[in-house]
Every structure is written in C-alpha cells, then in structure tokens.
C-alpha cells in the first residue's frame, strides 16, 4: 500500500514534468510567430506617443536618426534591452520589419 502511494507520487511528478515541457515548447513556437505590431504596441508605442505628437511621428519626423535596416535593428534591440522586455532575436527582427514596413521603407 505504502509503496503504491509512492509510486503514485512519482507519476504525478513526472506527468508535471512532461507538461511543463509542452508549455515551453509552445511558448517557443509562440515566439517563432512574433508578431511585431503587437510587441510594439505592448512596449513601446506609449512613451513614444507621450513624447511625441502620436505614435508615429517619431518614425517619420524630418529629422528621424535610423538611415537603414541594420540601424533600425540596433536600435530596437538596444531599446527593447532598456525597456528590460526580454525580446528573443527573432521578436527583435519582427518589430524591425514591422517598423520597416509600417515607417522606414528602406
Ligand atoms: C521611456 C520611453 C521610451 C520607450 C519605452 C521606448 N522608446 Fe524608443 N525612443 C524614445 C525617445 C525619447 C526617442 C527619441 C530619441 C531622440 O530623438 O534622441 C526614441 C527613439 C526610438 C527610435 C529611433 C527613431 C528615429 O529617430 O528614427 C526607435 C527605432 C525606437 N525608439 C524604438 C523603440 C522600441 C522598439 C521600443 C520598445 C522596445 C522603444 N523605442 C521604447 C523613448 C522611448
């Protein structure tokens, strides 16, 4: 008796285990997806829109800083890293080409 409630135990754990895999697994193929739109808006438009007169305008005033792609994705990645928003490579590269996209136009 004793040993099957141990036994049981060790089931439960390793099924745990098991779908702790899963959800990580899903939340890296989650980020495989990254959608840059949703990324931006959730850690950067707000500042830029309280800075600035809306959300875009620090894209496309006259006197913008980014002049190319590779500008563009430093500068996401240094501001996502200031942010602290934790951002895998390929979440950088999804808001840089969403920016890119949506701005940019290089
Ligand atoms: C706390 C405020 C704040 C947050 C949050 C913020 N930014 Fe910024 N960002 C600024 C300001 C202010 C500037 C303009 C700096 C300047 O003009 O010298 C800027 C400039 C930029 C530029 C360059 C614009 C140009 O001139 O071409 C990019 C690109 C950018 N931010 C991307 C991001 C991204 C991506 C995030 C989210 C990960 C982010 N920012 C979060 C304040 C913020």
């Known amino acids: 008796m004793c040993h099957n409630i141990v036994y049981h135990r060790v089931i439960a754990v390793v099924m745990v285990m098991i779908l702790g895999a899963v959800s990580a697994a899903t939340v890296t193929y989650a980020a495989g997806g990254a959608n840059g739109e949703a990324l931006h808006k959730a850690h950067c438009q707000d500042c830029h829109?309280?800075?600035?007169?809306?959300?875009?305008?620090?894209?496309?005033?006259?006197?913008?800083?980014?002049?190319?792609?590779?500008?563009?994705?430093?500068?996401?990645?240094?501001?996502?890293?200031?942010?602290?928003?934790?951002?895998?490579?390929?979440?950088?590269?999804?808001?840089?080409?969403?920016?890119?996209?949506?701005?940019?136009k290089f």
Do not use: G, M
Request: charged share 25%; net charge neutral.
């Open 49 to 104: 829109a309280s800075r600035f007169k809306d959300a875009s305008s620090i894209y496309t005033r006259p006197e913008r800083q980014v002049k190319s792609v590779d500008q563009l994705r430093a500068r996401v990645e240094f501001c996502s890293q200031q942010v602290n928003a934790q951002w895998f490579d390929d979440e950088v590269n999804a808001v840089t080409t969403w920016l890119n996209h949506q701005f940019y």
